[in-house]
């Protein structure tokens, strides 16, 4: 069972992505007072009975409990209260992002990492916003799964190299997506536009707008019709907030 999870090292990942800081956190080298309670959750039995073995050799892990889907995990989650929970993101009756929401709810203090073998960007996206702090894939050694294990007690989020690596590209893309829209020009409001757009931001209605601006109710109705179009916005505030922030307007 000693390399039966492959040679992979393990980054840890905290506010960031460091690849020396693997097993360090706030509690390093201070001794525990009491074992770190994991609770293991994989469909398959063996793989289980696997971990059990291996970790039952770390003097300050502890194994209290097993699952084989996602739902017994919620129930045994409850009744047990980890302080680890070791969890496979593909199970029968409900899978393991699914379970890490209802986990969290159950026993609040308890700390998820999903241990699989999916590498699906998706899966990483989905159980990171689910609320698991550790990503890890089954081809990590054994050694490192105990070192996981502390570094996620001790405060830090754990992430497997290759990962991380998918996690830091779409992080880019995002940014280069939002540059991209930046560069975009702001749809050019006529005068008559910005007149009304102006009075909007000041509280006025439709009415009291028309009387300021010699304009019938319903040419200001158009007007502000055509600047949500043009702003592909929903409401009046929505415009004016828009308009300030692309400084097509200034209220002073």
């Known amino acids: 069972m000693a390399d039966s999870f492959g040679p992979m090292r393990v980054a840890g990942v905290d506010h960031g992505i460091d690849d020396g800081a693997a097993g360090m956190g706030p509690d390093t080298g201070v001794p525990r007072e009491e074992p770190i309670r994991v609770l293991v959750v994989d469909d398959h039995a063996l793989f289980r009975r696997g971990l059990e073995i291996v970790l039952a050799a770390e003097e300050d892990i502890q194994v209290i409990g097993e699952a084989g889907d996602g739902a017994e995990a919620v129930e045994k989650a409850a009744d047990l209260l980890p302080d680890i929970v070791l969890m496979d993101v593909r199970m029968p009756k409900r899978g393991g992002i699914e379970a890490c929401t209802s986990i969290k709810e159950v026993a609040p203090s308890a700390k998820i990492i999903m241990l699989t073998i999916s590498d699906e960007e998706a899966d990483l996206y989905d159980a990171i916003k689910a609320g698991a702090t550790g990503y ?42 939002t540059d991209e829209r930046r560069l975009v020009p702001a749809p050019r409001l006529t005068d008559r536009e910005l007149e009304v757009l102006k009075l909007v931001a000041t509280g006025m209605n439709n009415r009291d707008i028309a009387k300021e601006l010699f304009i019938s109710e319903n040419t200001v109705k158009n007007h502000v019709r055509n600047i949500l179009e043009k702003l592909q916005l929903h409401s009046r505030m929505e415009a004016v907030v828009y308009a300030m922030r692309e400084k097509i307007l200034e209220i002073r």
Do not use: N, Y
């Open 136 to 177: 890890l894939l089954k081809e990590i050694s054994t050694d490192e799964v105990a070192t996981a294990i502390r570094a996620v007690a001790d405060g830090q989020s754990q992430i497997s190299p290759s990962m991380a690596s998918k996690l830091l590209t779409e992080f880019k893309s995002m940014i280069q997506r």
